[in-house]
Structure formats: C-alpha cells, structure tokens
C-alpha cells in the first residue's frame, strides 16, 4: 500500500516537470491547447467506447456466451480515457499505450493470466489471505467456520 500513496504523491510532481520542459520547449499555448484537446479526446473517447463496448457484449450475451473479453477491453478503454482527461503528457502517453491494441491484448492476458494462477492455486487475491499456508509443507490450515448453534423456538403470545 505504501508504494502507492509513494506513487500518488510522485506522478503529480513527475507530470508537473515534464508540462514545465514542455511548456519551456513548446510554449504556453501550444501546451495548453494539447492538454484542452487531449481532454476533448478523452470524452469522445470514454463516450464511444462504452457505446462500443455495450453493443458488442450484447451482441455475446444474444449468442449465449459471456462477454469477458468485451469487458476487460472496455474497461481499459474507460481507464485510457479518463487519463485523457487528467491534465498531464505522461497520462496521456499511458492512455495511449492502453488505446493501442496489442498492448491492450498484452495487458488483458496478463491479468488473466494471474488470475488463473491464482485460482488454480486457490488463493485470494488479498494479502492476508495465505498469510498460514506454506506451500512446501503442502497443506492448508484448516478454515475456520462460524459458530452456528441450531435450536427451535415457539413464539407465545400473551
């Protein structure tokens, strides 16, 4: 958790470094009028990829198949757009590294691809949640269960 508040509080700064080399480079202006387009850009984006997105799961769901594929990809479209709209040139770089299909397709698989490891493993995917298995022993603890004490009642009214 500590590298991402680390993260957080650098990408700011980062960002703000390189719109001032820009800036410095560029200009003002032309600096500005790229972070206004690639906000515009990020709009029209988040707009037709969810319209995209939606029609093409619907038209799985018709055929009786799941739309996992559909939703990853429009989740990642949504995530490269809102970087769009965040001021910022290396948001934007990101956003389009995501915009671009095989990195997308990269991405996809490898998310995938930890998830079924993680499944076949038949872990959580929290950090605490293996915290007493030790795979070179072999063996799991055992789960602990809820207490659960059966009884009847009658309700008798005065």
Do not use: C
Not at 9 to 31: H, N, R
Not at 39 to 48: C, D, E, N, Q, S
Not at 89 to 100: G, K, P, R, W
């Amino acid at each position: 958790m500590r590298i991402f508040l680390f993260l957080f509080l650098l990408f700011p700064a980062i960002e703000l470094a390189v719109l001032i080399k820009v800036g410095s480079s560029i200009g003002v202006f032309a600096t500005l009028l790229l972070l206004v387009l690639s906000g515009l850009a990020g709009v029209m984006l988040l707009r037709l990829a969810g319209f995209a997105t939606a029609w093409r799961a619907r038209e799985r769901l018709a055929r009786g198949e799941l739309p996992e594929q559909e939703m990853l990809q429009g989740l990642l479209m949504a995530v490269s757009g809102g970087l769009l709209i965040l001021p910022g040139l290396l948001s934007d770089l990101a956003a389009l590294l995501l915009l671009f299909p095989p990195t997308r397709r990269w991405l996809i698989g490898a998310v995938r691809r930890r998830v079924e490891t993680r499944v076949r493993q038949g872990g959580t995917f929290t950090q605490g949640g293996d915290a007493d298995f030790d795979p070179r022993a072999g063996e799991r603890p055992p789960i602990q269960r809820p207490n659960v004490i059966e009884g009847e009642y009658e309700r008798k009214d005065r």
